[in-house]
């Protein structure tokens, strides 16, 4: 049975490979028809799943049993995609109500995918509010997976601490096991733990193929996910990638790795599950991932080979050598490689691969001189050589291996070291070292010891790369976990550390852009989020934060020209409703601004900070009761959301309830304990409360933390103005007019203290400034305070002005009142002349 | 007797609305009108759009009842009119009364001589403060030559905005205040 399967399985893999989902999916149908094995039941709920419907998958996958781990996760993801929670977590755990599974079940029983098990069922326990076991889970993905991002920023999200430095180290036992996921980088898989130590037995192994096994093995390596094979690609001739790999010049192979950089970011997320396998086997030769000693080459571009490599999970041979080999190999085979990249080609691969090594002399001509002649050489060993280097031991090839597993138990180990060895850097490394291998490589197919040398080196260079890419997690993971404490200084200094060629890049712009916003410094903030959309015009995520950005610096026509872009290029995403319904409410639409926010809620209801907007826009259309049911759903979604806490303290506030409205305001401090613009409302609060010295506290408390928040030092001004301290109040305006010239408020609190103070001319002289800033204000209180000013007082001649001039005002309230301050003076001067 | 000049056209209310300080609050009421023919009714008298109207269609005086929810401040009432087009139909006298219900409204009358654009009522009370109430009732007692029925194209009520974010000040002027005035 199996052996009819093979054929339609690579066919279908490897349309699913090429994104071409109606075929893999027609294919999968029919086999599934022909064969009800669970593995055709898993192969067809993949081909739907990757073309984008789950519910077809889910469907599908609850119709029929489903034992195999493998269909359980995938039938699990789809339940959470399709907001399935309590089922989801059902499959996984066995139920919410009946006895549970401990995670330890779980892990046994998902083996190698237990990882991205565990962090499925974090999200569901996360989504479910409990958040205590959600930790755990993430935690326990973490430790067996380091690689795994996505778990890391959600335990940051709910308010653990983890510990970057911790999380992001390879332990021996994940080097040497392989364990699950980062198939590209675990030089062994985890039968396989003593393997590392004993390149020799991998050799005596491999030596002990025969080629039915070697077949077997080719089959079983360009069943494993992709990366090892792009990344061979990068260097060889990779007929479908490029060709003008291998060459003793590095600047080639740089440019080729770019190339494929491009295609291997295609790749990864489309492969889906295969690719998760983590970033693993990295460049050895970018200073990220560290140098290897192998090849004096400059790092980047090759890192980017690396990269591509690993992203695509194909093993990339060992590093020198194996490339070499592999290049040799690649040409020959090809169309193989195309199998290989996607990574689960079956039965299809070995024939073609047959069949091109006889076409393999043409084929190598493009590369390099120095591998020709070695390539030619032993065509047939060839074969045996690429799939012990192919094989892969990718976790995402589960199913392939598990099969082969069974045919071949002693051997998978073997060749999941070999393959995991050959990974390293693909470097065009050392021609003679490649030539060496290759002449090894014959050597042991002819039955002789082979050295273990290199695979040795491959490994240890391997582990240099995971190495280097552990360090730079864990700075992102150190300046991520810093701006979830909102400690934004310090996550600031901590990204802009990184090395520049991941600094300018979209993410960690837009983290520090987000940290700029958190620390309200809009204006740099603005300038790194116009960076982010220079680098990466398609990223979405962090631009609703941009909007607010250029919301608050009230800049309508960058606003609007985001919200066209955004709306245009993903209607489907939330952050670009948001971004819609803040460039309206800039516009004073607030209708429409309400419609858009709702849009983005609808798009995904899971998006907090869509409800937050949704709030203040229902606060400005003075529908308190929709902007408290608003809030409180954004703090439902996300408990962490200050925002939303700091919405419902103002709508207490405005509602007089000025208890309610500290204590909210102190819990959004809690949370974001920087926020001068925090502290500054808790300062009014406690002053409505009467309780003026611990606002005058809070208030330094909140100049000291951001000298240059403006809004700070007046009102510590009214309320010290309030307290009759007029001499300090003074002062702290006269401060403040040098720091902000134009702003009538200032010179209106500046005129009610002279008015205390009894000096009516300079009273009058600021609030007729106050007039003049703000000319379309119609600030009745501003004309109020005039007004009142001057109704006792009957000697001046003055007087007999002002009610005139405010009764013009009132009745042309339209009208600046610029005109009508000009009118003020004109007639005090014409008074003095009729003195 | 000399002609009584013609009523000049007020600004469009919308460029009122962008400055922020007053907000267009019809849709927290109840509309109702004393009569109307179909598909001339509210809605038309609501719908942004110029060219539809409200047409009534029994004895004056003609009234268009504004009832709030609460007890709402009110600054200001703009009404579109127009007589080139609407001619005999053009309202010439309108009382506009406020108060809690049908019962207790207080009146302010206004005249109009060939209106033909926006006509901004502001509503303020003694102390020209904007007045706080539950209805407004708009009563068209007479039209232009002596037609019985009468055309309404728009009608919009504002309310002031109280720019308080926090504090009881008045709006800050400067982007530099009002970055640091609120979270969002």
Redesign the interface.
């Known amino acids: 049975m199996t052996v009819l399967q093979e054929p339609v399985q690579a066919a279908v893999w490897h349309a699913l490979n090429h994104y071409a989902y109606r075929d893999a999916v027609f294919l999968a149908e029919r086999l599934y028809a022909e064969v009800h094995s669970e593995e055709a039941l898993f192969l067809l709920a993949t081909c739907y799943y990757r073309s984008g419907k789950a519910y077809k998958a889910y469907r599908l996958l609850k119709g029929h049993s489903c034992t195999t781990p493998q269909c359980k996760y995938l039938l699990a993801k789809c339940c959470v995609e399709l907001s399935k929670l309590a089922e989801g977590e059902q499959i996984l755990t066995g139920g919410v109500l009946n006895k549970q599974k401990s995670q330890e079940d779980i892990v046994t029983e998902f083996g190698d995918s237990a990882c991205f098990t565990l962090s499925l069922l974090g999200q569901i326990y996360c989504k479910t509010d409990r958040l205590a076991k959600g930790s755990e889970c993430y935690q326990k993905s973490l430790s067996m997976n380091p690689f795994l991002w996505s778990p890391f920023e959600s335990l940051c999200q709910i308010g653990d601490r983890p510990d970057p430095e911790q999380i992001f180290r390879l332990t021996s036992l994940q080097c040497f096991s392989g364990g699950s996921g980062a198939p590209s980088l675990l030089p062994i898989s985890p039968a396989h733990t003593p393997s590392h130590n004993m390149p020799h037995r991998q050799v005596d192994t491999v030596l002990m193929e025969t080629p039915q096994d070697t077949l077997e093995l080719n089959r079983l390596n360009l069943e494993s996910s992709n990366s090892k094979y792009s990344s061979l690609n990068t260097d060889s001739a990779m007929s479908y990638i490029d060709s003008s790999v291998i060459s003793p010049d590095t600047v080639g192979t740089l440019g080729t790795g770019g190339t494929l950089l491009s295609k291997q970011v295609h790749n990864k997320p489309k492969s889906g599950r295969s690719l998760l396998g983590g970033p693993a086997a990295l460049s050895p030769l970018t200073p990220s991932f560290g140098i290897l000693p192998l090849e004096p080459s400059p790092g980047e571009p090759l890192y980017l080979q690396n990269y591509s490599h690993s992203g695509s999970g194909m093993e990339p041979p060992p590093p020198g050598v194996p490339p070499k080999k592999s290049v040799a190999r690649i040409s020959q085979v090809g169309t193989k490689s195309v199998f290989a990249q996607s990574g689960n080609s079956r039965e299809v691969i070995p024939i073609p691969f047959n069949q091109t090594q006889t076409t393999a002399p043409p084929q190598t001509s493009t590369t390099p001189q120095v591998l020709s002649p070695t390539i030619a050489a032993p065509p047939n060993v060839q074969p045996r050589r690429s799939s012990r280097l192919f094989t892969s031991a990718s976790s995402t090839a589960k199913e392939n291996s598990k099969k082969l597993k069974m045919k071949f138990p002693t051997k998978i180990p073997n060749r999941k070291t070999k393959s995991k060895t050959g990974k390293g850097g693909i470097t065009p490394s050392n021609l003679n070292e490649s030539i060496e291998i290759l002449k090894l490589d014959s050597s042991m197919t002819e039955g002789k010891v082979n050295m273990g040398t290199p695979q040795f080196q491959a490994f240890s260079l391997q582990k240099a790369a995971a190495d280097g890419l552990m360090s730079l997690m864990r700075d992102i993971g150190r300046g991520y976990l810093a701006l979830s404490s909102y400690n934004c200084k310090e996550a600031i200094s901590i990204l802009s550390q990184l090395p520049s060629h991941h600094y300018n890049t979209g993410w960690v712009l837009g983290q520090i852009g987000r940290a700029h916003f958190e620390l309200?410094e809009?204006m740099q903030a603005e300038r790194i989020f116009s960076e982010v959309r220079r680098i990466e015009s398609y990223r979405v995520e962090g631009m609703e934060i941009y909007s607010?950005t250029l919301?608050?610096?009230?800049k309508d026509v960058a606003l609007s020209a985001l919200s066209k872009d955004l709306t245009d290029m993903d209607k489907n995403s939330p952050e670009a409703w948001c971004v819609a319904g803040n460039c309206f409410s800039l516009?004073?639409e607030?209708?429409i601004a309400i419609k858009f926010f709702q849009r983005a809620i609808q798009v995904n209801p899971g998006f907090a900070y869509a409800y937050?907007?949704l709030g203040?826009e229902f606060v400005l259309?003075?529908?308190l009761e929709k902007a408290l049911a608003c809030f409180r759903n954004a703090i439902r979604v996300n408990t962490r959301h200050?925002?939303a806490w700091?919405g419902l303290g103002?709508i207490y506030?405005?509602q007089e309830k000025f208890n309610l409205a500290e204590i909210h305001f102190k819990k959004?401090l809690s949370i974001n304990p920087q926020?001068?613009?925090?502290l500054?409302?808790i300062g009014?609060?406690q002053h409505a409360l009467k309780k003026s010295d611990h606002a005058l506290e809070t208030l330094n408390r909140a100049i000291n933390i951001d000298p240059k928040?403006?809004?700070?030092k007046?009102?510590r001004a009214?309320i010290l103005f309030a307290n009759e301290k007029y001499k300090a109040a003074l002062q702290e305006l006269e401060e403040l007019k040098q720091i902000?010239p134009?702003?009538?408020?200032v010179y209106?609190?500046i005129g009610k203290v002279y008015k205390k103070l009894g000096q009516t001319h300079l009273a009058l002289m600021n609030f007729s400034w106050a007039m003049d800033?703000?000319p379309?204000?119609?600030?009745?209180?501003?004309k109020e305070a005039i007004d009142k000013r001057y109704l006792p007082d009957d000697e001046e001649p003055v007087t007999e002005d002002y009610p005139y001039d405010?009764?013009a005002e009132?009745?042309e309230?339209?009208e600046s009142s610029m005109t009508d301050a000009d009118d003020t003076q004109l007639h005090t001067a014409e008074s003095d002349e009729v003195l | 007797m000399a002609t009584p000049s013609k009523t000049p056209p007020g600004?469009d209310p919308k460029q009122?609305?962008?400055?922020?300080?007053v907000?267009e609050?019809g849709?927290?009421a109840v509309w109702s009108l004393s009569s109307c023919k179909p598909g001339f009714g509210v809605d038309q008298l609501r719908d942004d759009n110029l060219e539809t109207y409200w047409q009534s269609d029994g004895s004056q005086p003609h009234l268009v009842n504004i009832q709030f929810r609460r007890k709402t401040t009110v600054?200001?009432l703009c009404m579109y009119a127009d007589y080139k087009s609407d001619e005999s139909y053009t309202p010439s006298k309108i009382s506009v009364r406020v108060g809690n219900n049908f019962h207790n409204l207080q009146e302010i009358r206004l005249e109009m001589v060939e209106p033909s654009g926006w006509i901004?009522i502001?509503l303020?009370d003694t102390v020209?403060?904007p007045i706080r109430t539950f209805m407004i009732q708009i009563a068209v007692l007479a039209n232009h030559q002596n037609g019985r029925d009468t055309h309404m194209r728009q009608i919009k009520v504002y309310t002031?905005v109280e720019e308080?974010?926090?504090?009881k000040?008045?709006?800050?002027?400067?982007?530099?205040?009002?970055?640091?005035?609120?979270?969002?």
Not at chain 1, 551 to 554: A, E, G
Not at chain 1, 709 to 712: I, V
Not at chain 2, 16 to 21: A, K
Request: charge should be positive.
């Open positions: 309200a809009y607010t919301w608050h610096l009230q516009q004073r607030h209708d937050t907007l203040h259309t003075e529908e200050y925002n700091y103002m506030y405005k959004a926020s001068s613009v925090l500054c409302h009014v609060v928040n403006p809004l700070c007046f009102h009214s902000v134009k702003e009538s408020l209106f609190l800033l703000d379309k204000g119609a600030n009745n209180q501003i405010s009764a009132v009745e309230s339209q | 600004s009122l609305e962008r400055t922020g300080t907000r609050i849709s927290q600054k200001m901004h502001p303020l020209n403060n002031p308080s974010s926090i504090g000040f008045p709006r800050c002027t400067t982007v530099d205040f009002m970055m640091y005035r609120t979270i969002r």
